[in-house]
């Protein structure tokens, strides 16, 4: 993993609320240009009723690069 000053953690366990993550996380990105992505992780868990998806992603400051 690359170094990195932060994390950032998207999850949801509603479907439509998953349908919407990649649009959260896009304007997440969008409002914050400073930070470069180094790394990320995908993680699933479920049980009978509930599927839960994690996106971490894993960050630091261009300007401090």
């Keep these: 993993m690359a170094d990195f000053t932060g994390v950032k953690v ?3 366990t509603l479907a439509r609320d998953r349908e919407a993550m990649g649009d959260h996380i896009t304007r ?6 400073d930070l470069e992505v180094v790394d990320k992780e995908v993680t699933q868990s479920s049980d009978r009723e509930f599927h839960c998806l ?12």
Excluded at 54 to 65: E, H, N, P, Q, V
């Design 54 to 65: 994690s996106i971490t992603l894993f960050y630091r400051d261009r300007k401090g690069a």
């Design 10 to 12: 998207f999850t949801t």
């Design 28 to 33: 997440w990105l969008s409002e914050n240009p």
